[in-house]
């Protein structure tokens, strides 16, 4: 009830952002089947997430790159929830990261109503509606959305904390969430301690303290009862990953302000295709940056300013610090906070409305371009099509399938011939002369089907 209380929305703004979240649901949707994907991570998560309804209840969730340690499962259960009203079909992991997508913008436009105006949450929800880079993560069937959203719970937290007590349940609870998402929610609260310390928050009442525990421990449960009864495997795995040094490779610090800069300024112009591009969205992101900086001497925004600026570059310091240990993915976690940094800069702007148009205008073509000409190869339309196509000419038993792909690339199809009931052997027996072939991609090895689908060989033989 605290929390609905800091949110007033008349019924003509419910109309208006309801409206806007109905067109980025739009657009998220869009021919989903041909703009995803489903290799392995997606495949674990499938067959984990039907285990559930037969009552294999998961304590640890996807293995990260981090040392094979597992996060928690509370994502396999998300999908296992969906995957009731979709019937567990292929395509259930991307429904589930589109509509936690929908809820991020959602978070992000009450974040900035309330805490900066109304005119930059409704650019700001607006500009992450038609953005290509978040519609692209959104169609990923795998976490980011979800960690977008625990990330805001944990913005939201941090910034009320310094006056309310539910701000710190808040950062708990977004922490929790972040845990069943991405490792990198380590990196997250790190920086959210580092904003906590120097703004000296409300002091806890025991009643705070007591939800903040029960609420770490349920949110750790899974993990830690597996780890009780399993010789604290999970719990070893991240320690060795973090005993040595662990530079396996390296990234520039230009390629970590590249990341930065395009995670900022990609909602106006996600281009970097030549050297203008790159002076036009660095000379952006700069600005942007100088004037989050000059906001740290702003009564109103100096506290928001400087949470945004930690929470946006520690996590991407502590990356580049220790990047032999994480991958260049972690960085999405400065994503919603490098958002809110550009909503400041469009509030600080927002008086001069020819900018503000020119602005909106460059990112509706740029955005709209990339998402016209988006392609995603080997992605699930054409896999289901390939199996579709394998069950009109073979039935669903009595034949093999082989797989020739190049290496990556053999994952998804278990799933998928188990959700249409293609019982064929793979690889095939041995004398078997009913055989189809997946060649991905189509003509790898010199092989060539006889037909294609969107990059993807099928050919058969003894039919």
């Known amino acids: 009830m605290k929390v609905l209380k800091l949110i007033r929305i008349n019924l003509k703004e419910v109309v208006i952002v309801g409206l806007i979240l109905l067109f980025a649901l739009f657009l998220r949707l869009y021919n989903l089947d041909q703009r995803t994907a489903f290799n392995a991570d997606q495949e674990w998560l499938a067959f984990r997430a039907r285990d559930v309804i037969k009552g294999d209840f998961p304590l640890l969730g996807p293995v990260t790159s981090v040392g094979s340690f597992s996060i928690g499962p509370g994502y ?12 567990f079909t292929p395509i259930s992991g991307a429904l589930l990261s589109v509509l936690l997508g929908v809820l991020f913008l959602l978070s992000l436009y009450l974040f900035i109503r309330h805490f900066v105006d109304s005119k930059t949450a409704y650019i700001i929800l607006f500009l992450t509606t038609i953005s290509f880079n978040l519609i692209s993560w959104d169609q990923s069937p795998w976490a980011p959305s979800l960690f977008y959203f625990s990330q805001m719970i944990m913005l939201f937290g941090a910034y009320l904390s310094n006056k309310k007590q539910i701000g710190l349940i808040l950062v708990a609870t977004g922490f929790v969430m972040g845990f069943q998402s991405h490792f990198g929610v380590v990196l997250s609260i790190i920086s959210i ?32 009862l597996f780890d009780i009864t399993h010789n ?41 295709n030549n050297l203008i591009d790159s ?21 109103k925004f100096k506290n928001m300013s400087f949470l945004l600026l930690v929470t946006g570059i520690l996590p991407a310091s502590l990356f580049y610090i220790q990047q032999g240990k994480f991958s260049e993915y ?42 016209k000409d988006k392609y995603v190869p080997w992605n699930l339309g054409a896999k289901e099509n ?24 053999n994952f998804g199809f278990k799933y998928i011939l188990d959700y249409y009931g293609v019982k064929a052997q793979m690889p095939p027996k041995q004398g078997e002369t009913k055989i189809f072939s997946i060649i991905i991609p189509e003509g790898f090895d010199g092989m060539v089907g006889m037909e294609d689908y969107s990059g993807i060989g099928l050919r058969w033989s003894g039919i």
Do not use: C, Q, W
Not at 242 to 270: E, R, W
């Open 76 to 87: 396999v259960y998300l999908m296992a929830f969906i995957g009731l009203f979709t019937n």
């Open 193 to 224: 301690i580092f904003f906590l310390l120097f703004i000296r928050p409300i002091k806890p009442t025991l009643k705070t303290i007591t939800t903040i525990g029960l609420i770490l421990f349920f949110g750790f449960l899974p993990n830690l």
């Open 232 to 272: 604290f495997t999970n719990l070893k795995r991240i320690v060795m990953a973090f005993a040595g040094d662990g530079v396996d490779y390296f990234v520039s610090f230009n390629k970590v302000i590249s990341v930065l800069n395009f995670n900022t300024t990609s909602l106006i112009y996600p281009r970097n």
């Open 279 to 299: 002076l036009i969205t660095k000379t952006l992101f700069a600005i942007i940056l100088v004037n989050a900086i000059s906001l740290l001497r702003d009564k």
């Open 330 to 371: 972690y960085l999405m976690m400065t994503v919603p906070s490098l958002i809110l940094l550009l909503a400041l800069f469009i509030y600080r702007i927002a008086k001069n409305k020819l900018l503000i148009a020119l602005l909106i205008f460059v990112s509706v073509i740029t955005n709209f371009k990339d998402f």
């Open 386 to 409: 390939v199996v579709g196509r394998i069950v009109e000419k073979g039935g669903t038993d009595g034949y093999g399938i082989s797989l020739t792909t190049s290496l990556g690339n």
